[in-house]
């Protein structure tokens, strides 16, 4: 009789659904067959040394919470003193990156980047401010412009004008108009041309303004500002301004009145 036919092959296995095959499959590895950090700790990598020896996961990441949303728990490696910090988002990354070296602990650490192909972000610049103007401090009286030569006139009637005070300075040179006059206490200044007319109108003395007499002086700030003026110091406490008028007129034509600071012992006087 003819032998009995082979037994049926058994039927094949389930095939896998490709989702499923995917799973199961092994991570890549690297070279050296270790996974990759990318791989079991997604995100933007940091780290972080040298710590200190007692420093703890709680004290790395309250040291860089503030820079982004870190993954718990941060590694800490004590033997080598080295401790690795993961952000979600890059950003958080980058602002560790650019705030190194930070405060952990009781000591700092400077941070660097885990992965080469990402090197830390270059802080812009931070833009050079514009250098303030200097405010000029407000000149005395009658100093202001030093081309002119001013002098000052006191006991000015209230009533008196600016063209008062013009019509009874005029006759000692030409004015640099306008006049200014301070009222309330009874000031005038009046600028000249020329140094010789100012000096005329300080060695006159008095004026009449308004049918008031106003005496004229140098104002304050203008003979120092003058070229030929001269300083005294030293001087004693009981001198007067003709004391020092006195003294220093053999060497030349003083325009009066001379200036005393009497607490520090100074003189001023100013030549024609």
């Known amino acids: 009789p003819p032998p009995p036919p082979p037994p049926p092959p058994p039927p094949p296995p389930p095939s896998q659904p490709a989702h499923t095959a995917a799973k199961s499959s092994p991570p890549p590895t690297s070279p050296g067959g270790s996974v990759p950090p990318s791989v ?90 514009k250098p303030k103007p200097t405010q000029k401090p407000n000149p005395k009286p009658g100093a202001a412009d030093a081309a002119k030569f001013p002098v000052q006139l006191v006991r000015v009637p209230a009533g008196a004008s600016e063209n008062d005070v013009f019509v009874s300075m005029q006759r000692f040179g ?34 009449q303004v308004a049918g008031a007499v106003a005496i004229v002086i140098l104002p304050e700030g203008a003979a120092d500002a003058a070229k030929d003026t001269v300083q005294l110091v030293g001087v004693p406490v009981g001198a007067t301004e003709n004391d020092v008028f006195v003294s220093m007129q053999r060497f030349g034509e003083i325009i009066r009145p001379c200036k005393l600071k009497a607490k520090k012992g100074w003189a001023f006087v100013s030549f024609a």
């Open 40 to 129: 079991h700790t997604p995100g933007f990598k940091v780290r972080v040394g040298p710590l200190a020896t007692c420093t703890t996961e709680a004290q790395l990441f309250a040291a860089f919470k503030g820079f982004g949303h870190i993954q718990r728990p941060c590694q800490i490696l004590q033997a080598s003193g080295l401790g690795f910090v993961t952000f979600t988002a890059e950003q958080g990354r980058n602002n560790a990156l650019m705030a190194s070296p930070v405060l952990v602990g009781s000591g700092t650490a400077m941070v660097t980047a885990m992965d080469p192909s990402h090197p830390p972000p270059v802080p812009k610049p931070k833009p050079i401010p």
């Open 174 to 207: 030409e004015i640099i108009r306008p006049c200014k006059l301070k009222a309330k206490k009874g000031w005038a200044f009046v600028s000249f041309a020329a140094a010789s007319s100012a000096q005329a109108a300080v060695a006159a003395g008095k004026v």
